[in-house]
């Protein structure tokens, strides 16, 4: 979150906006088409303010036969050519913004998959969540919009104004005194904005992880009486969440009918001083007309263009929380060595870990030698530091003093996906993919295992009699989270899992608790 002493950049200055239209801008021939369809539906304003004047003076007050003829049709074919380049050009930005989404998701999902297990650890997966599905969605979908309104009502406004100085350019000029009102107008609500989207941002995760948090833990939630403690909680998120977006709308809402008056005030001096040339036969009818038209139509342009301040400051927010997490670092894969297969032998030789934050070391000089083939137990109290031992061999985490060896070669020289290779892990807390059974067994590289040694392994781990009470038996669904299957059950498609690998080493973390 921004600190309130040091106030945010201005938006068109901000490094994570530059970012994202450099992403856009990577798809230029399909964004050059875009432009120029947009160039056409912005041309038609001036277009149909002239057309307005020569009504006006032809058709109205000449009453000349040819152009009544003529300019209906004209007045049709404009829009239809406005229509046809405002489809076109929508279309195109939208398929800009979708391919930078699709890429932008794709990055940030292979960067998740490299994180370190400190990562995951510090970022609840409900920020995970929204950073994925709404927040790099929202901040692309403004992109497009903005880079259409934006471009469209520039266009528009330079167009008219041309217009109007080419009719008047004195009284165009007066008018356009207003214009540092406006700036100054927009400026003073743009940080505001940004502060309040960023905070919004974060109030979203909170929301999202809450209702993470009640659906993973409904059971508990239930027998402990926990509903009127998450009803609560969720009630002052949602509350605070409302707060901010109230604060959003009114920093928002202020700043477009400001602006809009301060055109307005424009608009009615260049009318009334037409009115006073018209008055002394500078001006034709018809260019009364068509002045008063652009002046009119100007007003949207401009309305438009200072409305862009709030899905700005929203794409900026956006882009500032993807972007931090596609920045977080990645595991140190420093090691240039590989196994093939390895015998299986671990050393940890004086090896120590102590956890970020903490005062005292989970392990301090353990020095272990286990040999291929070996069988041992660790046993200890919660938190004795069981699982941090078997997290150090697959490089999870890495040990603060000394060294782990895999057949006398320290695990740092090893590349880690030969490392992880040789080890297979079933761990206290089963994991399980919304896939079939049969997938979940050779999840990963043992895609291409046979049936008979699926067979092999589910039976070897005590689970053939599950899957043959099930519908479709291998290839059943277990849905989301396994919640159709027991506790038991689980570990026992993780064990197969284990099994099929057939690594040299095996990890056990607690992999029977729930077994009977």
Same mark, same amino acid.
């Given at each position: 979150? @921004?600190?309130?002493?040091?106030?945010?950049?201005?938006?068109?200055?901000?490094?994570?906006?530059?970012?994202?239209?450099?992403?856009?801008?990577?798809?230029?021939? /399909?964004?050059?088409?875009?432009?120029?369809?947009?160039?056409?539906?912005?041309?038609?304003?001036?277009?149909?303010?002239?057309?307005?004047?020569?009504?006006?003076?032809?058709?109205?007050?000449?009453?000349?036969?040819?152009?009544?003829?003529?300019?209906?049709?004209?007045?049709?074919?404009?829009?239809?050519?406005?229509?046809?380049?405002?489809? @076109?050009?929508?279309?195109?930005?939208?398929?800009?913004?979708?391919?930078?989404?699709?890429?932008?998701?794709?990055?940030?999902?292979?960067?998740?998959?490299?994180?370190?297990?400190?990562?995951? &650890?510090? +970022?609840?997966?409900?920020?995970?969540?929204?950073?994925?599905?709404?927040?790099? @969605?929202?901040?692309?979908?403004?992109?497009?919009?903005?880079?259409?309104?934006?471009?469209?009502?520039?266009?528009?406004?330079?167009?008219?104004?041309?217009?109007?100085?080419?009719?008047?350019?004195?009284?165009?000029? /007066?008018? #356009?005194?207003?214009?540092?009102?406006?700036?100054?107008?927009?400026?003073?609500?743009?940080?505001?904005?940004?502060?309040?989207?960023?905070?919004?941002?974060?109030?979203?995760? &909170?929301? @999202?992880?809450?209702?993470?948090?009640?659906?993973?833990?409904?059971?508990?939630?239930?027998?402990?009486?926990?509903?009127?403690?998450?009803?609560?909680?969720?009630?002052?998120?949602?509350?605070?969440?409302?707060?901010?977006?109230?604060?959003?709308?009114?920093?928002?809402?202020?700043?477009?009918? #400001?602006?809009?008056?301060?055109?307005?005030?424009?608009?009615?001096? +260049?009318?009334?001083?037409?009115?006073?040339?018209?008055?002394?036969?500078?001006?034709?009818?018809?260019?009364?007309?068509?002045?008063?038209?652009?002046? #009119?139509?100007?007003?949207?342009?401009?309305?438009?263009?200072?409305?862009?301040?709030?899905?700005?400051?929203?794409?900026?927010?956006?882009?500032?929380? /993807?972007?931090?997490?596609?920045?977080?670092? %990645?595991?140190?894969?420093?090691?240039?060595?590989?196994?093939?297969?390895?015998?299986?032998?671990?050393?940890?030789?004086?090896?120590?870990?102590?956890?970020?934050?903490?005062?005292?070391?989970?392990?301090?000089?353990?020095?272990?030698?286990?040999?291929?083939?070996?069988?041992?137990?660790?046993?200890?109290?919660?938190?004795?530091?069981?699982?941090?031992?078997?997290?150090?061999?697959?490089?999870?985490?890495?040990?603060?003093?000394?060294?782990?060896?895999?057949?006398?070669?320290? %695990?740092?020289?090893?590349?880690?996906?030969? #490392?992880?290779?040789?080890?297979?892990?079933?761990?206290?807390?089963?994991?399980?993919?919304?896939?079939?059974?049969?997938?979940?067994?050779?999840?990963?590289?043992?895609?291409?295992?046979?049936?008979?040694?699926?067979?092999?392994?589910?039976?070897?781990?005590? +689970?053939?009699?599950?899957? &043959?009470?099930?519908?479709?038996?291998?290839?059943?669904?277990? $849905? &989301?989270?396994? $919640?159709?299957?027991?506790?038991?059950?689980?570990?026992? %498609?993780?064990?197969?899992?284990?099994?099929?690998?057939?690594?040299?080493?095996?990890?056990?973390?607690?992999?029977?608790?729930?077994?009977?």
């Amino acid at each position: 979150m @921004t600190s309130s002493s040091q106030p945010p950049p201005r938006l068109l200055d901000d490094p994570n906006l530059r970012r994202l239209f450099r992403l856009v801008l990577g798809h230029r021939k /399909v964004l050059a088409f875009a432009l120029l369809a947009t160039t056409v539906a912005a041309a038609t304003d001036p277009i149909l303010a002239k057309l307005t004047g020569v009504l006006t003076d032809r058709a109205l007050l000449e009453r000349d036969s040819s152009t009544v003829m003529w300019l209906p049709l004209a007045f049709v074919g404009l829009f239809v050519v406005r229509g046809l380049a405002s489809f @076109t050009s929508s279309y195109l930005l939208n398929r800009i913004s979708q391919s930078v989404l699709m890429n932008l998701r794709m990055t940030m999902f292979d960067r998740m998959l490299r994180w370190p297990a400190a990562t995951f &650890e510090q +970022l609840p997966s409900s920020v995970v969540i929204s950073k994925f599905v709404n927040e790099a @969605t929202n901040a692309l979908n403004l992109a497009a919009e903005v880079l259409s309104t934006a471009v469209r009502d520039s266009l528009i406004v330079l167009g008219l104004l041309l217009m109007l100085l080419y009719y008047n350019w004195q009284l165009t000029l /007066v008018a #356009l005194a207003i214009g540092p009102v406006i700036a100054l107008t927009l400026r003073a609500f743009s940080r505001r904005l940004r502060r309040l989207n960023v905070e919004n941002q974060v109030m979203l995760g &909170e929301m @999202t992880r809450s209702v993470q948090e009640v659906h993973e833990g409904r059971r508990v939630i239930k027998i402990y009486d926990g509903e009127s403690y998450e009803n609560e909680r969720f009630r002052h998120i949602n509350a605070r969440l409302r707060g901010f977006a109230m604060r959003m709308q009114v920093a928002w809402s202020a700043s477009t009918p #400001l602006t809009q008056i301060a055109g307005a005030l424009g608009v009615a001096i +260049l009318m009334m001083v037409a009115l006073w040339q018209a008055r002394d036969t500078q001006l034709s009818a018809g260019d009364f007309v068509t002045f008063l038209a652009a002046a #009119l139509l100007l007003l949207p342009a401009l309305r438009h263009l200072s409305s862009l301040n709030g899905p700005l400051a929203r794409m900026a927010a956006g882009a500032q929380s /993807v972007f931090s997490m596609m920045d977080l670092s %990645i595991e140190e894969d420093t090691g240039s060595r590989t196994f093939e297969k390895a015998q299986g032998k671990v050393e940890f030789r004086r090896v120590s870990f102590r956890y970020p934050d903490t005062t005292s070391s989970a392990l301090l000089d353990i020095d272990l030698v286990v040999a291929p083939g070996e069988m041992i137990a660790l046993v200890g109290p919660s938190g004795g530091g069981k699982t941090t031992l078997i997290n150090l061999i697959p490089r999870f985490i890495s040990p603060g003093v000394g060294e782990i060896a895999l057949d006398g070669v320290p %695990i740092q020289d090893l590349t880690l996906a030969s #490392l992880r290779r040789q080890i297979a892990l079933v761990s206290q807390d089963v994991v399980l993919f919304d896939d079939t059974v049969a997938a979940n067994i050779t999840y990963g590289g043992q895609r291409g295992a046979t049936k008979e040694r699926v067979r092999e392994v589910a039976e070897a781990a005590f +689970l053939l009699p599950l899957i &043959e009470s099930l519908p479709k038996g291998f290839d059943t669904p277990i $849905g &989301e989270s396994a $919640g159709r299957l027991s506790g038991g059950q689980r570990q026992r %498609i993780s064990i197969a899992r284990a099994l099929l690998k057939d690594a040299p080493i095996l990890l056990l973390d607690e992999a029977t608790s729930a077994l009977d």
